[in-house]
């Protein structure tokens, strides 16, 4: 058994255990998740050679999330970047057909939803205005859109719904940099556009999950 190769399916944060699993999703692809993994376990699962294990499985002082493309790193400073490294690596080229599509999408507005999409990827701390595409046609390439900032943005990105949002739930999605909401949303509800407003401008907020403590 390869020791090492196994060690890195398992981290230790503060002084929680945590196995990294491939989740599989309704999409069909799948999503690294931290699951917590008693210590316990580890020993059973591997009884002649856990110490050696234990010894090379990574330790971070806590969580965080930074958002960087550029110069992606998972630690940062001890500290374990709940933000995911992009699926790809950009290079120069034509995007001939993804430019048509953003034409179509942001019409006399495309210069403006190009300097959008770039400061997404050079600057995604940068605070944005809410991206709302209205149309009250049908397949006019709204949730083609969403797709397509999902595989630029992999991970980063989720599709949620209005009670998702509602939800004081929020570990599933707190670290994305992309929501994406695909269904009507209700302008004369004013709690729910608070809540979005919130998101949107908030330095920093509460990450919580059902059973464990808040924390930042």
Excluded at 19 to 28: E, I
Excluded at 55 to 68: D, R
Excluded at 195 to 206: D, E, G, H, V
Aim: aromatic letters at 14%; proline letters at 4%.
């Amino acid at each position: 058994m390869d020791i090492e190769k196994e060690a890195t399916n398992y981290i230790r944060v503060q002084t929680t255990y945590y196995k990294k699993s491939q989740k599989p999703m309704f999409s069909g692809d799948v999503e690294e998740t931290l699951i917590p993994w008693k210590f316990s376990i580890i020993q059973q699962d591997f009884p002649r050679d856990w110490k050696s294990l234990v010894a090379k499985i990574l330790k971070y002082t806590s969580f965080c999330s930074i958002p960087e493309h550029l110069n992606y790193k998972r630690d940062v400073n001890g500290w374990y970047n709940r933000y995911e490294s992009l699926p790809h690596k950009s290079s120069p080229g034509s995007f001939l057909h993804i430019r048509q599509f953003l034409e179509h999408i942001f019409g006399d507005q495309f210069e403006l939803g190009l300097d959008y999409l770039t400061i997404l990827y050079r600057h995604p701390y940068q605070s944005l205005p809410i991206l709302s595409l209205i149309s009250r046609e049908n397949n006019t390439g709204k949730s083609t859109f969403l797709k397509l900032l999902k595989s630029i943005f992999g991970h980063n990105m989720t599709f949620n719904s209005m009670s998702d949002i509602r939800s004081t739930f929020n570990s599933d999605w707190a670290s994305k940099l992309i929501i994406g909401i695909e269904e009507s949303f209700d302008s004369n509800r004013k709690e729910d556009s608070e809540k979005i407003k919130n998101l949107s401008t908030a330095m920093s907020f509460k990450l919580e999950a059902k059973g464990q403590y808040r924390h930042r």
